[in-house]
């Protein structure tokens, strides 16, 4: 028997803190939020409509990704724009992949043996999509997603953080229509946009054999995170752990080794013997001298999803 179904909701804007029972009130407010999530929100919402029409016995559950970066203090969080638009149209920042931050996070502070609120962490979620987080005592105080997922780390075909001038003179230029532009940040950028290919093992690949656009593709990737590394660490003020997760956090020592470069001074060091033999379950990585422990946590965000549906 199936004892409860929880759904990945990906925007739950700033009404849902914590995962929430479906219902009718449910329902509507995941609907009104469809203009922050138009590719994914819709698509929630049916995979929840037929649930119900399966198991109408059975309780559901959304569990929201934008929901672990609700604890984001407003310095963070909001834009350097008119307050009305934040007012008007919740104009902010959400942050995404939160189930896999919240995760990683808890795994971390178990292996770590401290209680989650007497640990800082960095945890860098690197998939497709890719985002980092700065973690203060189990609380998210920052990220590098957005309003939507464009903004922050690059990604496989996201250009991440641009100058916000780019699509207007873009526009100009090349009299393309702000819907087009919009597409092409979001699935001509990123790697593919830099090298032509949007799957990192490729990238490396052809980095490796010479091929000079995947190996600035590899740089440039690298280098975004390293800047998130600095500003989390400055955000925190103190940094036990770094994660690694996701794809590429996970199975790519390259470039754990490449965002930690020249990071000694933040307390960072990377042990390569080790981080060169990373295989399955959590792995730690840092060399001794490293003030941050360096670790390597396969996600499971399947997993948080149904540990978060069974707490509801
Ligand atoms: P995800 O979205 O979390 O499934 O991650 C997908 C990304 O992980 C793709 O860019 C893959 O190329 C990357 N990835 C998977 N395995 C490896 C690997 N062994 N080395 C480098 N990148 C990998």
Request: charged share 20%; glycine share 12%; net charge negative.
């Amino acid at each position: 028997a199936v004892f409860a179904v929880g759904h990945r909701v990906v925007h739950g804007g700033e009404q849902f803190q914590e995962p929430a029972r479906i219902d009718e009130a449910t329902l509507t407010v995941i609907e009104e939020l469809c203009p922050l999530a138009p590719l994914h929100n819709p698509a929630n919402l049916t995979g929840i409509r037929v649930m119900r029409e399966l198991l109408p016995q059975v309780p559901q559950v959304a569990v929201f990704d934008t929901a672990f970066h609700q604890t984001m203090p407003p310095c963070a969080f909001r834009y350097a724009l008119p307050a009305q638009f934040y007012q008007d149209y919740g104009v902010r920042r959400y942050g995404f992949h939160g189930s896999s931050h919240r995760y990683v996070a808890r795994e971390a502070a178990g292996y770590l043996g401290s209680p989650p609120e007497m640990l800082n962490l960095i945890t860098l979620h690197l998939g497709n999509g890719a985002s980092a987080a700065a973690i203060e005592g189990g609380r998210s105080i920052d990220t590098s997603m957005g309003l939507t997922p464009l903004e922050g780390l690059i990604m496989g075909t996201r250009c991440g953080d641009l100058d916000p001038a780019v699509p207007f003179f873009l526009q100009a230029k090349t009299g393309r229509s702000f819907a087009e532009i919009e597409s092409i940040l979001n699935r001509e950028s990123g790697l593919k946009g830099i090298c032509g290919v949007n799957d990192m093992r490729e990238v490396q690949q052809s980095a490796q054999a010479g091929d000079a656009a995947a190996e600035l593709a590899l740089e440039m990737f690298c280098y975004r995170i390293k800047k998130y590394i600095g500003a989390y660490t400055a955000a925190l003020g103190r940094v036990d752990g770094l994660v690694f997760t996701g794809g590429i956090g996970e199975n790519s020592g390259e470039v754990r080794a490449r965002s930690c470069r020249g990071l000694a001074g933040l307390g960072i060091c990377v042990d390569e013997r080790k981080n060169s033999a990373v295989g399955g379950g959590i792995t730690p990585i840092q060399a001794e001298e490293s003030r941050v422990a360096i670790l390597v946590i396969p996600t499971n965000e399947e997993r948080e999803i149904a540990l978060q549906t069974v707490t509801v």
